[in-house]
């Protein structure tokens, strides 16, 4: 007996047949309904903010605010940004703020940088034109505009924004989460940061999606106490968790500890851990993926994007989570090889002359970190243009530390089969025969999971 199963297959689907008995993993989503009135519900979260005064009393006409926010690598969509930057303007003129006293940043981080059509489409055209040239996206190789705060009592750099500082308030607002990987700390302290400080938590096993004890954050709260203990006040944070891609369904105001704290409450209520999803580990996973990736929003992917970043990072947590040591994972994509050269420059080389030499992401950041943290062209393009910072790609390749867990990655579908064998995967032209010789590797009685992602999927277009 047979079940056919779609899978998401670079734009489109593909259909397979897999035993009858292979388990299907649909990824457990929070069941939150979406709020009937984003605005009316964040007014209410900022009338009573958990852990800080209302913002009333924490600002006044003479007072300096910068509101920061996600940059479009969050897949929040429609309006979410603008009502939510809208709604803390008007409390701020109401509070007494002139207008020409706010700015706005983009916490984009070592993402690249945004044009103005892109931040029309991210934030609407009223708010672009009224926020002008107060309105700007972060640049973490600007010396003028950074400022170092010291080490934290571990000894980890802290460096942000130089408007966090000069600042009497600083508004941050996070446009959803994606797990626990982000908000808390991590939109100032990466968003808002540099690589001095983003590589204490970006290493190939620093990273974590986790909502409970997760490890990146407990450093990216330390980084957080050492920067509000410099500043001599608070961070104030607008959280929200989403419905849908469009559509929040739950916002808090207030400190950055009270409000992440709120949402991974609700999150944990709702999502089990990922090792419960099957009763044991499996032999062989498999998965679709799309022709999508949080980086390359207006811009188009790559392979390295698709096969690592996205097939073995974000697509990848069930492979040490359901898979035994060893375990074989199937991937389905067509993973043409083309390249973004204005958004993505650095990425080509590092597939062509780092890939070559090492799949080993920890040599890989030992090899080329300091040559690719200050490359002068790459940085240019970053700086001037936008591109991704390129020590960005190398980031991209952390996800290979999965093959420390899995023994070996099928492709299936690959339209260029010398594309994932460029990074050691073997090319098949169907997710049946990948399996079948998968099936082979493991002996009788393999058993089979599929991860199926159909509900899961970032949207490509910005509606």
Request: proline share 7%; with cysteine.
């Amino acid at each position: 007996m047979t079940q056919v199963l779609s899978l998401p297959f670079g734009t489109g689907k593909v259909e397979v047949e897999l035993p009858d008995d292979a388990q299907v993993i649909r990824p457990a989503q929070a069941r939150l309904e979406p709020l009937a009135d984003f605005r009316a519900a964040l007014e209410a979260a900022l009338s009573r903010p958990l852990g800080l005064p209302p913002l009333g009393e924490l600002v006044g006409p003479a007072s300096r605010v910068l509101i920061a926010f996600d940059d479009p690598c969050s897949p929040a969509r429609g309006p979410i940004r603008e009502v939510a930057i809208k709604t803390v303007l008007d409390a701020l003129v109401e509070a007494g703020v002139r207008l020409e006293n706010i700015r706005a940043v983009v916490a984009n981080a070592l993402h690249r940088k945004f044009n103005r059509a892109e931040l029309v489409a991210t934030i609407g055209a009223e708010l672009v034109e009224a926020l002008g040239e107060r309105l700007a996206c972060h640049d973490a190789e600007d010396p003028e505009n950074l400022v170092y705060l010291g080490k934290t009592p571990s000894g980890y750099d802290v460096e942000v924004h130089r408007a966090v500082i000069e600042s009497d308030l600083t508004i941050y607002i996070n446009s959803g989460y994606n797990l626990g990987f982000n908000g808390g700390w991590k939109s100032v302290c990466v968003g808002l940061s540099t690589w001095r400080s983003i590589r204490w938590t970006h290493t190939p096993d620093g990273m974590s999606m986790s909502i409970r004890n997760n490890r990146m954050h407990r450093i990216l709260d330390e980084m957080g106490a050492h920067l509000e203990a410099c500043l001599g006040r608070r961070i104030f944070k607008i959280e929200m968790l989403r419905a849908t891609y469009e559509q929040p369904a739950a916002v808090w105001a207030g400190g950055i500890r009270e409000t992440r704290q709120a949402a991974l409450e609700t999150l944990a209520a709702q999502l089990p851990p990922r090792r419960s999803a099957v009763p044991g580990p499996v032999d062989i996973l498999i998965y679709g993926v799309p022709d999508n990736s949080p980086y390359a929003v207006f811009a188009r992917t790559n392979p390295i994007l698709t096969l690592i970043s996205s097939g073995l990072g974000y697509l990848g947590g069930y492979i040490e989570a359901v898979g035994k040591p060893g375990c074989t994972v199937i991937l389905a994509t067509p993973c043409p090889e083309e390249w973004d050269l204005e958004h993505h420059p650095s990425y080509k080389e590092v597939w062509v002359r780092v890939l070559t030499q090492t799949l080993d992401p920890y040599e890989i950041m030992a090899r080329f970190e300091a040559e690719f943290a200050v490359h002068p062209d790459y940085i240019e393009k970053y700086r001037f243009g936008f591109a991704f910072h390129p020590v960005h790609s190398l980031l991209a390749t952390h996800p290979l530390r999965r093959l420390r867990h899995a023994g070996r990655v099928f492709v299936a579908g690959a339209v260029d089969p010398t594309v994932p064998e460029h990074v050691g995967f073997k090319a098949f032209k169907t997710v049946e025969s990948a399996l079948e010789a998968a099936q082979q590797i493991h002996g009788p009685g393999a058993t089979v999971a599929v991860v199926d992602y159909s509900d899961q999927l970032r949207p490509t277009r910005w509606t």
